[in-house]
């Protein structure tokens, strides 16, 4: 039987800020090495008060964290080499220039500048900055930023990669350019964990998944079980032509938009066949459907929804 | 495998070039206003007003405050390199690049405070260049003047950044200079011998610690001082044993930087 090394262990973990705002009550999670993880959360949940504990810009108030059996309260030096963290909000000095900032970065773990230069041109390279390796940190665009903040969290190559939403503000092209970096880091032997309000993200990169709320983790299991429990999924019709007045899809839960869209909610088990001949049957022609809402987003939405129910 | 010690010394010497490239970057700011304030201190204390003043405390007036001066651009810009660079990498948010990486708070001290202390230097060395066009510099003991101006520097570094660590607005890094560094240095016997004070003031002027550099300082330069050097020496490394064990103290507790 093969042990897997953990590359993250929380335990317990509480958090109350100085105003008595309770943001992490005994939050418990593990992540183990070469995962992709996801930590998600509606907007206050807790997350990146997670994050800010694990990489040492927030104080927690109880509890443990272990990063490759590491405590961070012991041995917080060799912990923290393992992680490369790329923040929420950009972080750079404005001033300094591109390559300035992933040498400086290298040389705080200890790598000198003639070890760190190959590895930041490396990076710049393979991130699309290498024009810019000169030009202050100010000047670059926001997408430049995001994989800027990703190339300065790789210089060290740590085992352990935290991005706390990194793609937020970047467009779908240059989304999709990053997640396949990601992958390819990840099929590397790097452990990420990534926080995202975009669930189709998390969705597509990601094995496991925390959904944390108030503070609390609500969910914690691999993606493939909790899609599987997903019993039922709503789809949106387009019709050719106008539904009649008296249009009715009887023992199904049904929504009509407008006169030519139709909202119909079907059990995850039901094929699609019934529904179309259901609507053959009176008339109706769809010319195209798509799911209404991305499937981890449903469920998302519910978990959160039911936590709010018992608080 | 690098050894602990050798990661920690790669990690002060590229936090020590990213603050000497700073001041260096910004040398209009940094290095230039201060030359040309002193150029205008020697003109017109030194050349205009210090010919009617006549000698003091042995030597033409342009000669003795010329060590002061020196001093005062030392301790000035090691003061505000230091307030001004770690406020601004709390501002900018880029002081998580530090405090994310293994790098040990008295490293992030000793970096910052080094840089403080480059620029100080910098400055005074550049200073001590332009008063050369005005006076003669016959330095009557150089391990003294040597050792007073690096740990003038030192403790002003330390002092601005303390004052970084509590600072919430640029305003609040300006206040201190502004209100009690600028004043304690006028006091501090730059232009003046203390003697020329009646006993009360005298008194009130030995508890200022710039009184005891600037004469440490000009006694190393001039071989003349208000006080006795030792007492210089032993005031001053006192304080920086206190401004860096309260600075550490706070950056252990996250002051100012961790939630």
């Known amino acids: 039987m093969t042990i897997t090394m953990k590359a993250l262990s929380i335990q317990n973990l509480t958090k109350v800020y100085n105003n008595g705002f309770e943001a992490l009550k005994g939050i418990s999670l593990d992540v183990n090495q070469g995962d992709f993880f996801a930590l998600l959360g509606p907007n206050g949940a807790g997350k990146s008060t997670t994050i800010g504990i694990i990489t040492s810009l927030v104080t927690k108030s109880s509890g443990s964290v272990r990063v490759f059996d590491t405590d961070i309260d012991i041995d917080s030096e060799t912990a923290k080499s393992y992680i490369g963290l790329v923040p929420q909000e950009f972080n750079f000095n404005g001033f300094e220039q591109v390559k300035h900032i992933l040498i400086s970065q290298a040389g705080y773990y200890g790598i000198p500048a003639n070890q760190a230069e190959p590895r930041a041109d490396e990076l710049l390279l393979q991130l699309g900055l290498w024009d810019k390796r000169h030009t202050p940190s100010r000047a670059l665009s926001g997408g430049m930023k995001r994989r800027l903040m990703i190339a300065r969290a790789l210089v060290h190559k740590p085992q352990l990669l935290i991005l706390d939403e990194p793609t937020a503000g970047v467009d779908i092209e240059l989304r999709r350019s990053m997640w396949l970096f990601l992958q390819a880091i990840n ?18 990169l990601c094995r496991n998944i925390a959904i944390i709320d ?49 909202e119909v909610e079907l059990k995850r088990d039901e094929g699609l066949n019934n529904l179309f001949a259901a609507l053959s049957l009176q008339g109706v022609e769809v010319s195209s459907m798509k799911n209404k809402a991305n499937r981890l987003e449903e469920l998302f939405l519910a978990l959160v929804d039911k936590s709010d129910a018992t608080l | 495998m690098m050894t602990k010690f050798a990661r920690h010394r790669v990690a002060f010497s590229t936090l020590l070039a990213r603050e000497i490239r700073r001041f260096i970057r910004i040398w209009p700011q940094t290095l230039l206003p201060p030359a040309i304030t002193m150029t205008l201190y020697f003109v017109i204390f030194g050349n205009l007003i210090g010919s009617r003043i006549g000698e003091m405390g042995g030597f033409n007036y342009i000669q003795y405050i010329a060590p002061g001066i020196i001093m005062m651009s030392v301790i000035n810009n090691a003061y505000s390199n230091v307030a001004s660079s770690f406020f601004s990498a709390k501002f900018q948010n880029h002081i998580e ?12 001290l000793a970096g910052y405070v080094a840089g403080g202390t480059a620029r100080g230097l910098c400055v005074g060395l550049i200073v001590t260049l332009v008063s050369l066009f005005f006076t003669h510099l016959n330095i009557q003991h150089i391990f003294i003047t040597i050792s007073m101006v690096f740990l003038s520097a030192i403790l002003f570094a330390l002092g601005g950044f303390i004052n970084a660590i509590y600072a919430r607005s640029f305003d609040e890094i300006s206040i201190i200079p502004t209100f009690i560094l600028t004043p304690m240095t006028y006091l501090g016997g730059v232009f003046y011998s203390i003697s020329l004070l009646p006993e009360f003031w005298q008194n009130i002027s030995l508890l200022n610690p710039i009184l005891y550099m600037v004469n440490a300082f000009r006694y190393g330069m001039l071989g003349s ?11 001053i490394i006192v304080c920086i044993i206190s401004l860096t064990s309260f600075a550490l103290y706070l950056l252990n507790k996250g002051t100012g930087i961790r939630d």
């Open chain 2, 225 to 235: 001082s208000d006080i006795a050097v030792e007492v210089a020496f032993g005031i």
């Open chain 1, 187 to 204: 099929a590397q032997g790097t452990t990420i964990i990534l926080t995202t309000h975009y669930l189709e993200e998390a969705e597509k």
């Open chain 2, 97 to 108: 690049e530090l405090l994310v990486a293994p790098v040990p708070n008295y490293l992030i």
């Open chain 1, 214 to 262: 108030k503070g609390v983790i609500v969910e914690n299991t691999d993606m493939k079980s909790l899609l599987n429990r997903l019993d039922k999924e709503t789809f949106v019709l387009d019709l050719k032509s106008p539904l009649s007045p008296d249009f009715t899809l009887s023992g199904r839960n049904y929504h009509r938009l407008d006169d030519t869209t139709l």
